[in-house]
T-cell receptor, first 116, second 113 residues
Framework: DARVTQTPRHKVTEMGQEVTMRCQPI?????VFWYRQTMMQGLELLAY????????DSGMPKDRFSAEMPDATLATLKIQPSEPRDSAVYFC??????????????FGPGTRLTVT | AQSVAQPEDQVNVAEGNPLTVKCTYS??????LFWYVQYPNRGLQFLLK??????LVKGSYGFEAEFNKSQTSFHLKKPSALVSDSALYFC???????????FGPGTRLSVLP
């Protein structure tokens, strides 16, 4: 049963520290998304990649957030420096469009980040 | 620009009764429509999608959704609710030539025993 995996599942850190979240997309999926979920804002798209290239990162605060795909099996989301307002659950999702563009996303279990 | 509305923050239904979770959308092209469910402390799980064809789409766990182009709606339904259906439900849309999925704010479904 193929799944998206994310590590760590929980992270507590102090303000100003660097945070790195990792995602392993489902093998063969070439599109990867990062989302942030909070009670106030709901589900927000931060960035997404196709074939490891960033297609859209307009939802991401550029001054402190960065997203990369070092290879097809790993996506990373970094926050440096972290702030209390970054506390949220961060989800990774992957998918693989067909030639018609038809596909759905499969979500990982999320990383719950708490910045104190 | 694409957008999704879920007009109800909360839906309460008695176990065994039919349930409906509403979704309306706005896109400039043809829509691809999706429903996802989120259980506590879990990621979103795909339930069903409408791409083309039959307006009534059947998905996982007995759920179905009806695409209505004139009303730009894609309501989620189930004939007989279970307590275990209690969760947060998200509707999402993507334009047929677009890349991005846009999610609604979510509707919390509570099925009462």
């Amino acid at each position: 049963d193929a799944r998206v995996t994310q590590t760590p599942r929980h992270k507590v850190t102090e303000m100003g520290q660097e945070v790195t979240m990792r995602c392993q997309p489902i093998l063969g999926h070439n599109t990867v998304f990062w989302y942030r979920q909070t009670m106030m804002q709901g589900l927000e798209l931060l960035a997404y990649f196709r074939n490891r290239a960033p297609l859209d990162d307009s939802g991401m605060p550029k001054d402190r957030f960065s997203a990369e795909m070092p290879d097809a099996t790993l996506a990373t989301l970094k926050i440096q420096p972290s702030e209390p307002r970054d506390s949220a659950v961060y989800f990774c999702a992957s998918g693989h469009p067909t030639t018609s563009g038809n596909y759905e996303q499969y979500f990982g279990p999320g990383t719950r980040l708490t910045v104190t | 620009a694409q957008s999704v509305a879920q007009p109800e923050d909360q839906v309460n239904v008695a176990e065994g009764n039919p349930l409906t979770v509403k979704c309306t959308y706005s896109v400039s092209g043809n829509p691809y429509l999706f429903w996802y469910v989120q259980y506590p402390n879990r990621g979103l799980q795909f339930l069903l999608k409408y791409i083309t064809g039959d307006n009534l789409v059947k998905g996982s766990y007995g759920f179905e959704a009806e695409f209505n182009k004139s009303q730009t709606s894609f309501h989620l339904k189930k004939p007989s609710a279970l307590v275990s259906d209690s969760a947060l439900y998200f509707c999402a849309v993507r334009e047929d030539y677009g890349q991005n999925f846009v999610f609604g704010p979510g509707t919390r479904l509570s099925v009462l025993p």
